[in-house]
Each structure stands twice: as C-alpha cells, then as structure tokens.
C-alpha cells in the first residue's frame, strides 16, 4: 500500500509535468549543443549531431520516465523506441518550418530564422509533450492511479438452516 501511496504522489499533474518536461528536455538540449560543438571538432559535424542527438534523447527519456511523468523507474524499450520516433517527428516539423522559410523567403535574417526554428520547436515540443504523456508514459500513470488491495477478498461461507449448532453433532447424525 505504501508503495502505490508513494507512486500516486509520483504522478505529477499536466501543469507540473509541463514544466518538468521544459526544465528536464530544456537543460538536455542545452547540454547537447555544447556537446555537439565539442564532439564536431573531432569528428563531422553530421555525425557529432546524430550521436549527440541519439545519447541526450536516450537521456531525457530516461530522465522523463523517472522525474517528469512519474513512471517510478526506468524507461523501457519499448518507451525509448516511442520516444525517439516522437523526438524523430519534432526533428521533422522544425527541418520542414526551416525549409518552408528558406522556399518564402530568399534571404532571411538570423533574427527570423530564430523566431521560426523556435516556434516551430514550441510546436513540437508541445506535441511531443502530449504523445509522451498521453502515449508513451500513459500506462505507467494509470498503472500508479490505480486503487491497492490489500489482500485477496475473503468469501464468507454461511452455514445452512438445518445444521446443527454443535459441530460435534455432525458425526452422529442419523
């Protein structure tokens, strides 16, 4: 009982959750450009991004499972798999918004790119959030909501209307 008490505190609700997912998503991202740029002096950049990118998604899932939704432990595969083709989709919205701004306009400032990669990042940051909250981490959430038992129940025999009251009379009945 103890234990379910402890997960059901662990369930944060939407609005907590949010902001864990902004600070725990937000700092890894952080964490990983300055990793990017230090890996890239050594190897490709492309390839400094694609294992910097694969090793802080791996991260923030884990730090997702364990401190944003409340999961009580660690992510599984199966929520790792669910994760990266959510960070892989988001990764996809904000090339496309980039690409959309590069065929409308012919040469746009830093300023506007930075407007655009970072709404179109809100944007899928947000949506990200719900597929992990809704989908991914939903069956740990339920899971911890879900009321304790105690004990099996415990099924009560009643004695019929015509036995005896003293057991005892049982092996002499004729």
Excluded: K
Aim: glycine letters at 6%; charged letters at 5%.
């Amino acid at each position: 009982m103890e234990t379910t008490q402890s997960q059901q505190q662990a369930a944060p609700g939407a609005f907590i959750a949010f902001a864990r997912f902004v600070l725990c998503g937000g700092g890894v991202g952080i964490a990983s450009s300055f990793a990017v740029a230090a890996l890239s002096s050594s190897i490709p950049w492309v390839l400094a991004n694609a294992v910097i990118t694969a090793v802080s998604t791996l991260l923030a899932t884990e730090l997702h499972a364990r401190f944003t939704f409340g999961a009580g432990g660690r992510a599984t595969w199966r929520q790792h798999a669910q994760s990266a083709g959510s960070a892989a989709a988001a990764y996809a919205v904000t090339c496309l918004a980039m690409f959309v701004l590069q065929q409308l306009v012919a040469a746009p400032g830093a300023v506007v790119e930075q407007v655009v990669y970072l709404s179109a990042s809100a944007l899928a940051g947000v949506a990200r959030f719900a597929v992990l909250r809704l989908v991914v981490f939903a069956r740990n959430r339920s899971q911890a909501v879900a009321p304790a038992r105690s004990a099996p129940p415990v099924h009560s025999t009643v004695a019929p209307a015509s036995a005896p009251a003293d057991p005892s009379a049982l092996c002499y009945a004729a």
